[in-house]
């Protein structure tokens, strides 16, 4: 995967943390304002629940393309290197063979 994919879950999990801040802020500020307390806190408490679960996949999903990143940089790092010296016996064949050739 690729940073913008990883900008992409980033962003859910950050939109996800506002949304439960709000449905927090307004369960407080719904529990404050009514003087009974009999306050249907079921549906806010399901909601609030569902989130975390959206917030805790996209969090593991970010962790996995994290680690996932971080191989295909190791990956990228070996290959960089083993072309530098693929170019290096190319070039010295070369020299040789162009040597051969003028003697």
């Known amino acids: 995967m690729d940073a913008q994919s990883l900008a992409a879950f ?7 943390e506002q949304r439960l801040s709000a449905l927090e802020a307004k369960l407080a ?12 806190t079921s549906r806010y408490v399901a909601e609030l629940q569902a989130l975390q679960t959206v917030l805790l996949a996209a969090k593991a999903e970010q962790q996995a393309l994290e680690k996932q990143v971080s191989e295909f940089e190791a990956e990228n790092s070996k290959l960089k290197y083993q072309c530098v010296h693929l170019k290096k016996a190319v070039t010295e064949a ?10």
């Open 10 to 16: 980033e962003a859910r999990a950050v939109e996800a």
């Open 29 to 40: 500020g719904s529990a404050s304002s009514s003087g009974n307390g009999a306050v249907d």
């Open 94 to 103: 070369d020299e040789k063979l162009a040597a051969l050739q003028k003697a």
